[in-house]
């Protein structure tokens, strides 16, 4: 299973998103923007690394809790600020997170985090 969270530099419907997304569509993918629309008009909500691992990880517990995924390995696909939580929840998570890609150009955001993710990773800078 494969959570992609997107980040402060892209809306749920980029270009780019919607590519990586199209690219994947099969089962066992799983796209979600970890802000609402309403947050995402502030700026200081989509640069909260906090509040975005914070939601990404209320993901994981659903999709482990989920029936239909419970059985599933979780990896991440992060974009942007929505790489920097991924990072940041497969350190909180590292039980549940069995692989970590980002698409980011800001890899200084989780700098802290970086040495620390256990799960294979790969940095699309």
Known sequence: MI???HGS?????????????TFFRMPG???FWPISWRSGKNRIA?????????????ITEWLKASSET????IGYFGASTGAAAAH????????????VV????RPDL?????????APTLLLV
Request: charged share 25%; net charge positive; proline share 2%.
């Open 110 to 118: 989780v700098m802290d985090y970086l040495s620390l993710v256990a």
């Open 102 to 105: 980002s698409r980011d150009r």
């Open 70 to 73: 419970s059985g599933l390995e």
């Open 29 to 31: 993918w799983f796209h």
């Open 9 to 21: 530099g892209s809306r749920r419907l980029s270009p780019r998103n919607t590519f990586v997304a």
């Open 3 to 5: 959570a992609f969270a």
């Open 46 to 58: 989509v640069i909260d690394i906090d509040l975005l691992a914070g939601r990404l990880a209320i």
């Open 88 to 99: 940041q929840t497969a350190v909180q998570r590292k039980m549940d997170v069995t692989a």
